[in-house]
């Protein structure tokens, strides 16, 4: 308590993590004045309002320089949000698709008129929103701190909002979220504003870091260290570097030999100093104590993705990575994808992954099951044509493969679409029998430096033996010419989907990918493409205005009618067409009695 307290007092310490501190002693029963530093507008709200009105807080940003409180009740939400800036000349709350300010739904509010704003943003620029769902209760601005409260309801049914969505199951990914404040006006400003980004969970635990270590804490017997120790960065834009861990490097880290273990929890640890070089990582396993290279010849099974905006993965109480058994993963490969295109030097990199592992091993083991263009096939192809527009692929993986390797129904509990830097659109159905699309997930804007590894809110799902993959990737290169080809550079372009699930399916032969030319005949589909003239053509229904009832029912009588009439058209004539009394050849044209199908050539 004594380090805390004088870790809390030190010049260093961001104001709202000390508020946060305050705030956790208020709801433990102590009181303002037991904390010896000086009252500021932010704490005097937390102990008159702040703890009275709201049962969750967070506190987000590179500074911890933003904080937000709620409560839910019923189908509204509670909301608080607070920033120390600067600039008071407006604060903004943001719900994000992919954490940034573009696909956002937006709460703004002015100081200069006291007044609030339901806004949406397509493009990182805000527009109003045709319905005001918001509701104002009070806001707070003075010395530095902004502090804004608001009501809405979960879902709106306003295709300008997002759904406050249910995100209590661990596995699924947090909400992302933003709060913003500038000094001129908020439509203008968002782009250059001061942004603190930040993940919650509304329905589960709160801040979604808190949230996993509290859980690792209290479930894991430890963890494992995989990753760089102050690793040169290399030149160029795809040096893929790989740190490998054979079982007696594990027995050193920390496992007892001849354990079996489930690793039960992923966390991304990012070296601060190296993060802009690092693109993205996979962690891959072999049952193999040991082998041979470090590369890809021994360790062709991928556990574990992470890309730019990926939080830590908890794996659900039912499952775990089995580890140490011969069954199991005995070896682990880390490959991290550095880029550096300005060739620096001298950069030096200790990013890596923790593995939580519990040695109460859980009911089912788990997997990871990849579609879409998994083994970069395309590699060197280029995307899309000259003159611009947007390039989408559809990759398929077919119902063959599930039905060949899947000994029975699998629950898949973490989806991550991932393209790189000129995707802006993807999607992944899966499709039963007779082409029947039973589920989908789509990131409608989507955008790498915010949500590299976009993993979808779409879980759990259950896939069976027979269900297929359809996987559609859309890009448009900023340059708007044909210079982007697929491969492993940053520059460069992939369509993947990766799936993490549960009980993992062992059969032979299987290697976890499904998609274009994946090297198993049984795994292996089709890809198509085709060129749309702008994203306009996308399938987007975020930021677009809600049709109203009154149309969409003239709309559905009118295609009623038009049906009706186009049936008695071709009834009338089919009718006029074999008259009863007809005795002779009309126009000296032999009677062709037969009826011809619709669509097929007479």
């Known amino acids: 308590m004594a380090f805390t307290d004088a870790l809390l007092r030190g010049p260093s310490c961001p104001p709202l993590l000390r508020i946060l501190y305050l705030l956790l002693l208020l709801r433990a029963g102590c009181s303002a004045a037991s904390i010896s530093y000086g009252s500021n507008p932010y704490t005097q709200w937390v102990s008159e309002r702040g703890t009275s009105h709201y049962d969750h807080a967070a506190v987000f940003g590179d500074n911890n320089e933003a904080a937000i409180h709620w409560r839910i009740a019923g189908r509204r939400l509670h909301l608080a949000y607070a920033v120390v800036s600067s600039s008071t000349g407006w604060a903004a709350f943001g719900l994000s698709l992919a954490g940034g300010t573009t696909g956002a739904d937006i709460l703004a509010y002015d100081t200069s008129t006291g007044k609030i704003t339901d806004l949406y943003s397509t493009d990182g620029r805000p527009a109003r929103d045709r319905s005001q769902d918001w509701t104002f209760v009070r806001a707070s601005v003075g010395s530095g701190y902004l502090i804004v409260e608001a009501r809405r309801r979960l879902s709106t049914g306003d ?13 699924s990914p947090p909400t992302r979220i933003f709060v913003a404040a500038g000094a001129g006006d908020v439509v203008s400003d968002l782009g250059s504003g ?75 640890v990012i070296d601060g100093d190296a993060a802009a070089y690092v693109h993205h990582f996979v962690l891959y396993r072999s049952s193999a104590a040991d082998v041979d290279s470090c590369g890809y010849g021994g360790f062709d099974e991928a556990a574990y993705v992470w890309g730019p905006g990926m939080a830590a993965q908890p794996l659900p109480p039912e499952a775990g990575l089995l580890l140490g058994s011969s069954q199991g993963t005995r070896s682990l490969m880390l490959e991290i994808h550095y880029s550096n295109p300005s060739n620096d030097q001298g950069v030096a990199d200790s990013s890596g992954v923790r593995l939580y592992y519990t040695a109460t091993l859980r009911p089912h083991n788990v997997g990871m099951f990849q579609t879409g263009d998994p083994t970069v096939a395309l590699e060197g192809e280029p995307v899309g044509a000259a003159g611009g527009g947007v390039a989408r692929y559809d990759f398929a993986c077919p119902s063959g493969c599930t039905k060949r390797y899947f000994g029975g129904p699998v629950t898949v509990f973490s989806e991550v679409l991932h393209m790189h830097a ?5 999607a992944h159905e899966q499709v039963r029998s007779f082409g029947r699309i039973v589920r989908s997930s789509v990131m409608e804007y989507y955008d790498y430096n915010r949500a590299g590894g976009y993993a979808t809110p779409d879980v759990p799902f259950v896939v069976r033996p027979g269900d297929a993959f359809a996987t559609s990737c859309s890009y448009a290169p900023a340059d708007g010419t044909n210079g982007t080809v697929f491969g492993y550079g940053r520059y460069d372009e992939m369509c993947v989907v990766f799936l993490m699930y549960y009980p993992e399916q062992t059969a032979d032969g299987f290697a976890g990918t499904c998609g274009y030319d994946v090297g198993d005949a049984v795994c292996s589909g089709s890809v198509t493409s085709r060129t749309l003239k702008s994203e306009k053509a996308l399938h987007r229904t975020f930021g677009k205005p809600k049709q109203h009832p009154l149309l969409t029912l003239l709309f559905v009588v009118g295609a009623v009618v038009g049906l009706a009439n186009q049936f008695f058209m071709s009834a009338r004539n089919f009718r006029f067409s074999f008259p009863l009394d007809v005795k002779e050849p009309l126009n000296d044209e032999p009677v062709d009695e037969t009826i011809v199908p619709p669509g097929q050539p007479a």
């Not at 995989?226 to 795809?238: K, N, R, S």
């Not at 000129?422 to 993807?426: A, E, F, L, P, S």
């Open 194 to 268: 001061a942004v603190a980004y930040g993940a919650v969970r509304f329905h589960g635990d709160g801040d979604d870091a808190s949230s996993f270590a509290t859980a690792m804490a209290s479930e894991s017997t430890g963890y494992l260290w995989v990753g760089a120790e102050e690793t040169e960065v290399g030149e160029g834009d795809a040096d893929y570097q790989h740190f490998c861990f054979s079982y007696e490097d594990l027995v050193e880290l920390g496992l007892t030999e001849n354990t079996n273990y489930h690793v039960i929890g992923f966390e991304p």
């Open 422 to 426: 000129t995707g802006v659109y993807m």
């Open 159 to 171: 295709t300008q909002d997002l759904a406050v969505r249910n995100d209590a199951y661990a596995s």
